[in-house]
């Protein structure tokens, strides 16, 4: 028995309480029921909070596990969803194409919420209510029993469950995304977004106002923030350009494109790729339309109108669905089987570098048909995004061609093995810098928001990303920004590096100012930082983890005082009185917390400058060891 089938083993231990959700899947296609599949079943339908609760009955599975599932279910909709719009629409464009995909997505949670069968066979805690479930529990029950139906050869029962999204919930008024088609509206003018929320986590409704740079403004509400902007958006576009929002897109057949033949290498490349894969004859038209920048297609009006042709876009969305799919389902399968090199063991998100890299080492360059402009670069020189979306692309067609197997491992060529390995590596790789900073700002509840800035011709574009940093606790805004890349991928990367060496910076038992350590940004981040578990002490073990505002050195107060003078030095400000006075009584909660205390220490607690970081942590030794020996007295008398 493999470690994968280990782990379904131990859907035996759980109530069999699955019969509502085998009945209903039976009706989708789902296999005839026996006893492995009955225990896969509940494994699927088992919320991280029965697992909680009930870490007895499956020993070795960890919340890590439920994860994985949900991440590979949530691609595995998404790339269902857009095979699915493609048919439908035939000549959708990649941007409605991609909009018609989130739409449906954005309607999981209503379907979810008023699916009786998945409430009633779902696993959950004694401190959950059935029938008032918070939202969030029947997303990640549909999503891990996609997962499930995956990886346990019931392709047919997955699809037929993503596609009774389109018969059983109404779609929404208006547009699918109105906040993108509002800011396509009124293209260069500023629109900016307000949140506030109400009422328990598990119940909270968020309110959200548009507002443009002329004042007027429209609110909206939902279960979410997204959902709220959403509404506010829509709201806006009714009250003001209902009038201009562009059609919907109709159903229609798929056209059927020709392969260019004008081109030599173009048309080698396209026999190639169909001997390659095995594909029939008329799998021509759409690998010659992977191979088609948008460029070349401008330039080449007649020749793409002759063969019923358009550039590679809707395939390279298309393709990017099913790359995802891939990557989540092979990293899915190594946490599952617990072959995971990360300790986190979380699926980031695959990089564009790969997949660009992916298709250089496919040979396909010489084939790729690009406008005048950017065919003058040299072929390594083409830009990230227009690699990976050729890869994509190729892939997108593949899939297509192929109809839509539930993975391409099953007709991957052994000549291309080496490419399917970036495709779907089979270790989770360390996560970005990017993600890095996301998981960082959460934690230390900062505000992150990117926006790109680009210069150059379209065919060497460059970019830079800019940061936002907000924090809610000061009311105060910074940017943060990095030099130009070629990508987009780059430029996030770069800029997110820059933030994270200042956080670093907090991080050293004796942080010391280098020229990416502005003394305004770091007193910036001190001071939010301070402001923020001030108010929050409690959150001492988490970030001593993380190893926030020295915390990781509460266990020695000598060291903590050392950290905290050089960061004095560093920021060179004071503090405001009140803010030390909250912030040492936070720094002595986490000291009682740990093995040692101030009084163990030889430090000086002699006062230094008035309203320092160092000085709250004075007062913190004080009043830690104050308390320490409160403690112990009171221990002796009870004795």
Not at 283 to 292: D, V
Not at 449 to 478: C, M, N, T, W
Request: hydrophobic share 40%.
């Amino acid at each position: 028995m493999n470690s994968l089938d280990a782990l379904w083993e131990k859907g035996r231990n759980l109530p069999d309480v699955v019969a509502p959700a085998l009945d209903f899947l039976k009706q989708l296609g789902l296999s005839p029921r026996d006893e492995e599949l009955g225990n896969r079943i509940r494994l699927a339908l088992m919320h991280r909070s029965f697992l909680y609760e009930n870490q007895d009955l499956l020993p070795g599975v960890t919340p890590a596990h439920l994860d994985a599932l949900t991440t590979l279910g949530s691609t595995f909709m998404r790339r269902t969803l857009a095979i699915s719009a493609y048919r439908r629409f035939g000549d959708i464009s990649s941007g409605l194409l991609s909009r018609e995909v989130n739409h449906i997505g954005t309607l999981v949670p209503v379907w979810a919420a008023n699916a009786q069968w998945l409430r009633s066979a779902a696993l959950i805690s004694k401190g959950l209510a059935r029938n008032n479930l918070p939202k969030k529990v029947p997303i990640s029950l549909f999503h891990q029993l996609i997962g499930v139906l995956c990886l346990s050869g019931e392709a047919t029962a997955a699809e037929g469950l993503v596609d009774e999204l389109h018969h059983h919930v109404p779609a929404s008024p208006g547009v699918a995304d109105p906040k993108t088609t509002l800011q396509e509206l009124l293209p260069g003018k500023a629109i900016r977004y307000e949140y506030s929320r109400e009422g328990e986590d598990h119940a909270a409704t968020y309110h959200a106002v548009v507002i443009d740079e002329a004042g007027r403004r429209s609110v909206g509400s939902g279960g979410s923030k997204t959902a709220a902007s959403q509404a506010a958006a829509w709201a806006f576009i009714e009250a003001n350009y209902l009038d201009l929002v562009p059609a919907g897109p109709n159903p229609r057949q798929p056209r059927s494109p020709q392969p260019v033949t004008s081109h030599n290498a173009h048309e080698k490349v396209v026999l190639q790729l169909q001997e390659l894969f095995s594909l029939p004859d008329s799998a021509r038209g759409l690998l010659s339309q992977a191979l088609i920048h948008q460029s070349w297609a401008y330039e080449h009006a007649q020749s793409i109108q002759e063969a019923n042709q358009r550039d590679n876009q809707v395939l390279a969305y298309l393709g990017s669905t099913t790359t995802n799919y891939e990557y989540t389902r092979s990293l899915s399968i190594a946490i599952l089987e617990n072959r995971s090199a990360s300790n986190e063991r979380k699926i980031h998100t695959q990089q564009n570098e790969t997949l660009a890299d992916a298709f250089h080492r496919t040979g396909c360059s010489a084939g790729l048909l690009l406008g005048r402009g950017m065919a003058r670069e040299s072929r390594t020189g083409i830009s990230t995004v227009v690699t990976s979306d050729a890869f994509q692309a190729i892939v997108g067609a593949v899939h297509v061609v192929s109809r839509c197997p539930i993975t391409l491992a099953e007709i991957w060529p052994v000549s291309w093995r080496p490419i399917w390995n970036l495709v779907a590596p089979e270790q989770v790789l360390p996560e970005s810098t990017r993600l890095r900073l996301d998981h960082l700002a959460d934690v230390s509840r900062l505000s992150v928001e990117y926006r790109i800035k680009a210069q150059g011709p379209d065919h060497a574009r460059l970019f830079r990303a800019v940061i936002d940093v907000d924090s809610a606790a000061l009311g105060r805004l910074v940017t943060i920004d990095g030099p130009f890349e070629r990508s987009k991928t780059q430029a996030h990367e770069h800029s997110a590096a820059r933030l994270i060496a200042l956080l670093e910076t907090l991080k050293e038992d004796t942080p010391n100012a280098t020229a990416d350590t502005p003394p305004s940004l770091v007193q910036f981040l001190v001071v939010h930082l301070a402001t923020v578990f001030a108010a929050n002490p409690t959150w001492h073990e988490l970030w001593a983890r993380k190893r926030l505002l020295g915390l990781h050195l509460a266990s020695s107060s000598a060291r903590l005082l050392a950290w905290a003078e050089a960061v004095d030095t560093l920021i060179d400000a004071q503090l405001e009185p009140s803010l030390v006075h909250d912030l040492a009584a936070a720094y002595a909660t986490a000291m009682r917390s740990t093995s040692r205390t101030g009084q163990n220490d030889d430090s000086d607690p002699s006062p230094g400058r008035v309203g320092s970081l160092a000085d709250a942590v004075r007062l913190a030794i004080a009043l830690a060891t104050a308390q320490v020996e409160a403690g112990l007295a009171a221990n002796a008398d009870a004795e």
